[in-house]
């Protein structure tokens, strides 16, 4: 580099991040909003990449970081949403532990008249059940692009899309996991994307720390309905062997709201993961009361978050009903 060459703009972001102890600081939301419009518009060197995005894992996101950099992201979209949608439910750390009963907590919701979108990824951490996989075992076919996840959503309320098809440079910085060892703050900031502008969103993270951070996020980015949730395994599912403390943006108001565990003891993870074991459940094949509460207990908490129950006996009720009555052919492979 020539001593008269002058300074990459994006360094300006980097010595804001990794001045050290004293000289370091968080982004303001400008300043990430612009740091990720570079990213984005390719006007970063790989090395900056890596350099900003390990400098922001160390130290952890900012509200005001996370909604700069989802602004930004929602510009760079190309669809523009035609179609209604009530929720939002993001999809991306993978499960390990037991299966992704969640899934079925959607499509109960989706047969009862509530069009859900759900986007993840896929194969970014080792040894994890990603949601996509699991939905071709059931038989149920994701979509390819916005367009045609507007068309599944019309025609079955359900739609799985992946993140490379809403945000190609997002996909492509959320699988450098296995290559940095770490996760980044897009692992984060994609939860709060709601690509179709749907009324509400509902998101779980597995560090609780993180539940504050997404509420007010969302609060900064004008949502008006969201909830987030210490997820099983970081998903967007409600554990019924604990309690969980679900906090939500409602009608621009924060609330806190603790929904209390299911069970007295606590289940044994599943000796193996078999997705075919979810369409087994759905049809009444098989039991397994972890499994069925956390399909109703998670359904409840969308149900209450969407406005359909006004407590959460009424919404815990209104899910056991779903599911007393769902349609056992709906998964039919």
Excluded at 84 to 112: C, M, Q, V
Excluded at 223 to 243: C, F, H, I, S, Y
Excluded at 317 to 331: D, G, H, I, Y
């Amino acid at each position: 580099m020539s001593l008269t060459e002058q300074e990459h703009p994006f360094a300006e972001f980097i010595k804001i991040l990794g001045k050290g102890k004293k000289g370091a600081r968080p982004l303001t939301q400008d300043e990430a909003y612009r740091a990720m419009k570079m990213i984005l518009a390719n006007e970063v060197l790989p090395i900056q990449l890596g350099a900003f995005l390990m400098l922001m894992r160390i130290k952890e996101e900012t509200c005001e970081e996370l909604a700069g950099f989802v602004t930004a992201v929602r510009e760079s979209f190309k669809h523009a949403p035609t179609l209604p949608i009530d929720l939002d439910w993001s999809s991306y750390a993978g499960k390990r532990r037991h299966l992704p009963w969640f899934l079925l907590s959607t499509l109960l919701l989706a047969e009862n008249g509530v069009k859900v979108f759900m986007h993840g990824a896929s194969g970014h951490t080792q040894g994890r059940l990603y949601t996509e996989n699991v939905l071709a075992e059931l038989g149920i076919s994701v979509a390819h692009s916005m367009a045609e996840a507007e068309q599944q959503l019309s025609a079955t309320n359900f739609s799985y899309l992946s993140l490379e098809h809403i945000c190609l440079p997002l996909y492509d910085m959320i699988n450098l996991r296995p290559v940095m060892g770490l996760r980044s703050p897009v692992h984060t900031l994609v939860r709060l994307l709601n690509p179709f502008n749907a009324s509400h969103s509902i998101q779980g993270i597995f560090h609780p720390s993180y539940r504050q951070v997404h509420q007010h996020a969302a609060l900064l980015l004008g949502e008006r309905n969201m909830a987030v949730l210490k997820g099983e395994g970081g998903e967007t599912e409600r554990n019924p062997d604990v309690e969980c403390l679900v906090q939500s943006v409602s009608a621009g108001e924060l609330i806190d709201e603790t929904w209390p565990a299911l069970f007295t003891r606590r289940h044994m993870k599943a000796e193996e993961l078999n997705p075919l074991q979810l369409t087994a459940l759905w049809r009444g094949e098989s039991t397994d009361e972890f499994a069925e509460a956390t399909v109703i207990g998670t359904a409840a908490v969308a149900l209450k978050l969407l406005g359909k129950a006004d407590s959460q006996e009424s919404a815990h009720a209104m899910a056991s009903e779903f599911w007393s009555t769902r349609s056992r052919q709906r998964l039919s492979n």
